[in-house]
Every structure is written in structure tokens, then in C-alpha cells.
């Protein structure tokens, strides 16, 4: 299916601020041009701290997460998973269906299948069996909303640009973020708690430097300052047309 009338993107990632750091200026760049945005965090980052119990840390990265999203009008969504249990198995894919019929995106970001953590994993996992499920008759109790489809799906760019046996990823998809590159480290800087936490372990201000360089390191690779990149999913029923490129003119 390739008509497509919803213009409504969801971002599936395990953790608070995987989607800032590996989507967040193309998630600006279509709020920019009016779309729908969708941030959806399988966990609420229980393991994210030292001194806090997961309550309390899973308080403040929600928020975090929520004020992110609300930075650039998006909304922002938590699947209440546990850090480092994420897992593709029927009351997590159920979550995932409802939270699809409630958005019903039909532009869809997800780790890469083959990532350094298993959660990231298992996050795609799940965002992609959803993409195509959650169109099925009887799979949620949500009502089907017009224009539900399976969503064009982009796997996100790994934190090293590598899999988890060393061999580089090979985009499908470039996308500039060289004028909202600010805007993205702004999101990023919501998270608190995780920046803080870094800056104390490394005296420096890793958090949004290691960004700085990855989406520099991007940019190279493509003859602009700043960039983001993706693999396009192009297997059987899932739109075949590179539809970031075509919305966002890609490199
Ligand atoms: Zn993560």
C-alpha cells in the first residue's frame, strides 16, 4: 500500500533520549514541514542513575522525555517496560499494537535491527511487527483510525555507526540537519539527568559533544556540516519509496 493520507511520524525506541540523539533533527525537520510527531520510549529509563532508586529515576527521565517532545509540539509515550528486559513477547507486542492504533503513523523510526543492546533490538522488533499488525482485524481494542496503513519504516543510525560486530551501516537514507542541529541539542539537553550524570563521570560535556561528533561525522560522509542517516525497510507490504527523501530532500 503506498497512498497514504495521514502525515503522522512515530518514533519507537527503548530508551529516554535514543530518539533525541539518533532521530531528533529529522523528527524537527518534519515537524517543520507540519507533521504529526510521536515519541514513543519502551522503558522510562529505570537503570539511568547511580544515586536514585528506579522510581524516582523513572520519574524524572519521563518528564524529561515528555518536556523533550514538548519542545517541538510532539507527544511523547512510555510502553513502562523495564531497562534491560525489554522483550518481544505478547503483553509488550500488545502495548505496541494499542499505542499504533492510537497514532497511526505512517512514517515510523526504529532502532536498527542489528544493535549494540539487546533492548534496542528488541525495540525494533517489536515497532516493526507492529507496523504491519496493528492493521489486522481484532489484534487491539482500539478502533482502526481512517488512513491506518503500514507505516513507511526507517531503522535509525546506531550510536557508532557500526553493528554489534564491528561492520559499518550502510544508510539508505541521508538526511541534512545542519540548520536544526541546535534545536536537536536543545531537545537533548531536557535530559538532564542523563547529561549530568555523564559530565560528572567525564568532566566534559559528553552528552551533546559525542552528538556534535557523530552527526558531524554523518555530514562528512555527504559533503554537508551536520546529517542524519537511515536504513529504509523495503521488504514484502512495506512502501517501497523513499519517502524521507522525498519529503525532506535527501542527500
Ligand atoms: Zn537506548
Same mark, same amino acid.
Given at each position: 500500500?503506498?497512498?497514504?493520507? @495521514?502525515? #503522522?511520524?512515530?518514533?519507537?525506541?527503548?530508551?529516554? $533520549? $535514543?530518539?533525541? /540523539?539518533?532521530?531528533?533533527?529529522? +523528527? /524537527?525537520?518534519?515537524? $517543520?514541514?507540519?507533521?504529526?510527531?510521536?515519541?514513543?520510549?519502551?522503558?522510562?529509563?529505570?537503570?539511568?542513575?547511580?544515586?536514585?532508586?528506579?522510581?524516582?529515576?523513572?520519574?524524572? %527521565?519521563?518528564?524529561?522525555?515528555?518536556?523533550? &517532545?514538548?519542545? /517541538?509540539?510532539?507527544?511523547?509515550?512510555?510502553?513502562?517496560?523495564?531497562?534491560?528486559?525489554?522483550?518481544?513477547?505478547?503483553?509488550?507486542? &500488545?502495548?505496541?499494537?494499542?499505542?499504533?492504533?492510537?497514532?497511526?503513523?505512517?512514517?515510523?523510526?526504529?532502532?536498527?535491527?542489528?544493535?549494540?543492546?539487546?533492548?534496542?533490538?528488541?525495540?525494533?522488533?517489536?515497532?516493526?511487527?507492529?507496523?504491519?499488525?496493528?492493521?489486522?482485524?481484532? #489484534?487491539?481494542?482500539?478502533?482502526?483510525?481512517?488512513?491506518?496503513?503500514?507505516?513507511?519504516?526507517?531503522?535509525?543510525?546506531?550510536?557508532?555507526?557500526?553493528?554489534?560486530?564491528?561492520?559499518?551501516?550502510?544508510?539508505?537514507?541521508?538526511? $541534512?540537519?545542519?540548520?536544526?542541529?541546535? %534545536?536537536?541539542?536543545?531537545? +537533548?539537553?531536557?535530559?538532564?539527568?542523563? %547529561?549530568?550524570?555523564?559530565?560528572?563521570?567525564?568532566? /566534559?560535556?559528553?552528552? +551533546?559533544?559525542?552528538? @556534535?561528533?557523530?552527526?558531524?561525522?554523518?555530514?562528512?560522509?555527504?559533503?554537508?556540516?551536520?546529517?542524519?542517516?537511515?536504513?529504509?525497510?523495503?521488504?514484502?507490504?512495506?512502501?517501497?519509496?523513499?519517502?524521507?527523501?522525498?519529503?525532506?530532500?535527501? +542527500?
Amino acid at each position: 500500500m503506498e497512498t497514504q493520507t @495521514r502525515r #503522522v511520524a512515530l518514533a519507537v525506541m527503548a530508551h529516554p $533520549d $535514543d530518539a533525541e /540523539i539518533l532521530c531528533g533533527g529529522t +523528527l /524537527i525537520r518534519l515537524r $517543520d514541514l507540519g507533521w504529526d510527531v510521536h515519541i514513543c520510549t519502551c522503558t522510562p529509563g529505570d537503570c539511568g542513575s547511580t544515586t536514585e532508586n528506579r522510581w524516582q529515576i523513572s520519574s524524572r %527521565r519521563t518528564t524529561e522525555g515528555a518536556t523533550a &517532545a514538548a519542545r /517541538i509540539g510532539a507527544t511523547y509515550h512510555c510502553l513502562d517496560e523495564r531497562d534491560c528486559f525489554v522483550c518481544y513477547d505478547k503483553t509488550t507486542l &500488545a502495548k505496541m499494537y494499542d499505542l499504533f492504533r492510537r497514532v497511526a503513523p505512517t512514517l515510523l523510526f526504529t532502532h536498527a535491527p542489528r544493535d549494540y543492546m539487546c533492548d534496542h533490538e528488541q525495540a525494533s522488533y517489536l515497532a516493526r511487527a507492529a507496523a504491519f499488525g496493528h492493521g489486522t482485524p481484532n #489484534v487491539s481494542h482500539f478502533p482502526l483510525l481512517p488512513g491506518t496503513c503500514i507505516p513507511h519504516l526507517y531503522y535509525c543510525d546506531t550510536i557508532d555507526g557500526r553493528d554489534p560486530l564491528g561492520a559499518p551501516i550502510q544508510p539508505t537514507t541521508r538526511i $541534512d540537519v545542519t540548520d536544526v542541529l541546535e %534545536r536537536k541539542l536543545e531537545m +537533548l539537553a531536557c535530559h538532564v539527568s542523563q %547529561r549530568e550524570w555523564l559530565q560528572a563521570y567525564h568532566g /566534559i560535556d559528553e552528552y +551533546l559533544d559525542s552528538v @556534535r561528533r557523530h552527526t558531524s561525522q554523518r555530514g562528512t560522509e555527504c559533503n554537508v556540516p551536520c546529517a542524519e542517516v537511515f536504513v529504509q525497510h523495503r521488504g514484502h507490504a512495506y512502501p517501497k519509496t523513499d519517502l524521507l527523501d522525498q519529503l525532506l530532500g535527501g +542527500l
